[in-house]
């Protein structure tokens, strides 16, 4: 079996276009081929219920949280998710257990003749995919993640009972738009008539967006932060402690969440609105339910790549900081840390605006510059001479694993070492320490 699912990736990654390797020009722009490829397989999609997340960055991590709460109310709880950090099948989950390769293998065989008929990218594949396996395995309820924008994304032919907006910032110009607003109108076209939507970062910008949208579609708009505030009251190396407030009532929770980042403060409170709204759609969610489910979302759900601590001592963390904002967050975490000296083992693809991204790095840190083996990718030396020219100091190395290899070896026991950059490089990174481990 292994063989045969080694070929159906093979085959998945080599026929079909890709954007992760190839970017815009695997872009189909319109949902043709989706709605196609679900109508040959009797529109599983309409087969469960679903709750639909969009916005820059947080999506995934957002995604996780809410799917680790259904499943602890009891519902079966499906999970659609993209890119994969090492595998394939972390994009397909139910109940935290991933898709089986059997599975992949037997769906990609049945269906090639269709796939070959309908011509669709590589995300419109595992999007219809996801739907099939949900709708084949009975699940109660599925948390949907965009792949990029909203309007013409792939997962956009659901029918939500909720949509989720975690946030609006800068990334995908060339697709999505050169103003927040902009942006903010591509996001928001997976809000539905009659559909209630959360927003989990209010913006002045994008603010006139989300209203019209919640006028012409006769929805209600429910901003995250408006509805809780929270405050961290101790972090160790496995939780961080919270207070969670809200404000309209003076109610007061403690929360324990195994989310380490302080960037996902803005996500406990998108989780929290949105287990709330669901709870007035009549789904039986209750916030103890929420908060002891933010205290497992790895264990329930598998999740990792964002402040994931990979070895203590020396520290190693990994965190994904696929673009400006994204890189941001990640930094004001870092900087925080104590060290005697950091490294940092980065690399970025080439659609994303390097220059505004290093300009969040520090300039007292050592980098190792590589690119993940694939065509998008943005090649090391390049990295490195962008990088040169904003003060930073390093060298590059032609993959992640030499890179990392080179970082290992000049990371001393008292130092700290971050690997970020794009979904790849950390992936490479984790594929490179599972061998080294194995």
């Not at 957002?62 to 993209?82: F, N, R």
């Not at 967050?329 to 080439?350: D, P, R, T």
């Given at each position: 079996?292994?063989?045969?699912?080694?070929?159906?990736?093979?085959?998945?990654?080599?026929?079909?276009?890709?954007?992760?390797?190839?970017?815009?020009?695997?872009?189909?722009?319109?949902?043709?081929?989706?709605?196609?490829?679900?109508?040959?397989?009797?529109?599983?999609?309409?087969?469960?219920?679903?709750?639909?997340?969009?916005?820059?960055?947080?999506?995934?991590?957002?995604?996780?949280?809410?799917?680790?709460?259904?499943?602890?109310?009891?519902?079966?709880?499906?999970?659609?998710?993209?890119?994969?950090?090492?595998?394939?099948?972390?994009?397909?989950?139910?109940?935290?257990?991933?898709?089986?390769?059997?599975?992949?293998?037997?769906?990609?065989?049945?269906?090639?003749?269709?796939?070959?008929?309908?011509?669709?990218?590589?995300?419109?594949?595992?999007?219809?995919?996801?739907?099939?396996?949900?709708?084949?395995?009975?699940?109660?309820?599925?948390?949907?993640?965009?792949g990029l924008g909203g309007r013409l994304d792939s997962t956009n032919i659901i029918q939500p009972v909720l949509s989720v907006i975690?946030?609006?910032?800068?990334?995908?110009?060339?697709?999505?738009?050169?103003?927040?607003?902009?942006?903010?109108?591509?996001?928001?076209?997976?809000?539905?008539?009659?559909?209630?939507?959360?927003?989990?970062?209010?913006?002045?910008?994008?603010?006139?967006?989300?209203?019209?949208?919640?006028?012409?579609?006769?929805?209600?708009?429910?901003?995250?932060?408006?509805?809780?505030?929270?405050?961290?009251?101790?972090?160790?190396?496995?939780?961080?402690?919270?207070?969670?407030?809200?404000?309209?009532?003076?109610?007061?929770?403690?929360?324990?969440?195994?989310?380490?980042?302080?960037?996902?403060?803005?996500?406990?409170?998108?989780?929290?609105?949105?287990?709330?709204?669901?709870?007035?759609?009549?789904?039986?969610?209750?916030?103890?339910?929420?908060?002891?489910?933010?205290?497992?979302?790895?264990?329930?759900?598998?999740?990792?790549?964002?402040?994931?601590?990979?070895?203590?001592?020396?520290?190693?963390?990994?965190?994904?900081?696929?673009?400006?904002?994204?890189?941001?967050?990640?930094?004001?975490?870092?900087?925080?840390?104590?060290?005697?000296?950091?490294?940092?083992?980065?690399?970025?693809?080439?659609?994303?605006?390097?220059?505004?991204?290093?300009?969040?790095?520090?300039?007292?840190?050592?980098?190792?510059?590589?690119?993940?083996?694939?065509?998008?990718?943005?090649?090391?030396?390049?990295?490195?001479?962008?990088?040169?020219?904003?003060?930073?100091?390093?060298?590059?190395?032609?993959?992640?694993?030499?890179?990392?290899?080179?970082?290992?070896?000049?990371?001393?026991?008292?130092?700290?070492?971050?690997?970020?950059?794009?979904?790849?490089?950390?992936?490479?990174?984790?594929?490179?320490?599972?061998?080294?481990?194995?």
């Open positions: 079996m292994d063989q045969q699912y080694k070929e159906t990736l093979d085959y998945l990654y080599a026929q079909l276009p890709m954007f992760s390797k190839y970017g815009k020009s695997a872009i189909k722009n319109s949902l043709d081929n989706i709605i196609a490829l679900c109508n040959a397989l009797d529109n599983p999609q309409q087969k469960f219920k679903s709750v639909h997340i969009a916005g820059t960055n947080g999506k995934g991590s957002t995604s996780h949280m809410l799917a680790a709460v259904l499943q602890q109310a009891g519902y079966k709880t499906g999970l659609y998710t993209s890119p994969h950090i090492t595998d394939f099948r972390e994009r397909l989950k139910i109940d935290g257990r991933m898709v089986s390769k059997e599975w992949v293998t037997s769906f990609t065989q049945q269906h090639k003749e269709l796939f070959e008929q309908i011509q669709p990218s590589f995300f419109e594949v595992t999007v219809a995919m996801a739907f099939a396996w949900f709708a084949e395995q009975g699940c109660d309820i599925a948390v949907i993640e965009t975690t946030n609006i910032s800068y990334d995908h110009m060339d697709l999505l738009g050169d103003t927040l607003a902009k942006i903010a109108e591509e996001k928001a076209g997976i809000i539905k008539k009659g559909v209630p939507f959360v927003i989990g970062q209010r913006d002045k910008e994008t603010e006139q967006v989300f209203f019209e949208h919640s006028i012409h579609k006769q929805c209600s708009a429910f901003y995250a932060d408006a509805q809780w505030a929270l405050v961290r009251t101790g972090k160790d190396a496995s939780y961080q402690y919270l207070k969670a407030v809200k404000p309209a009532t003076k109610e007061m929770f403690d929360l324990k969440a195994d989310l380490l980042g302080d960037y996902q403060l803005h996500n406990f409170k998108t989780v929290l609105t949105s287990v709330e709204v669901l709870h007035t759609l009549g789904w039986n969610l209750k916030l103890e339910d929420a908060l002891s489910a933010l205290s497992q979302v790895k264990q329930r759900t598998g999740f990792g790549g964002r402040w994931e601590i990979i070895q203590a001592k020396p520290l190693i963390i990994a965190d994904v900081g696929h673009n400006q904002a994204g890189v941001q967050e990640v930094m004001k975490q870092w900087n925080q840390l104590s060290a005697k000296h950091k490294h940092i083992v980065v690399g970025f693809v080439k659609d994303k605006d390097i220059n505004a991204a290093l300009d969040q790095f520090p300039k007292d840190n050592s980098y190792y510059y590589c690119n993940a083996q694939l065509p998008r990718a943005l090649p090391a030396e390049e990295l490195h001479r962008a990088a040169a020219g904003k003060g930073l100091q390093g060298q590059h190395y032609n993959s992640v694993a030499a890179a990392f290899a080179a970082a290992l070896e000049a990371t001393g026991p008292e130092d700290a070492l971050l690997i970020t950059g794009s979904f790849f490089i950390v992936g490479e990174a984790k594929e490179y320490w599972e061998e080294l481990h194995s």
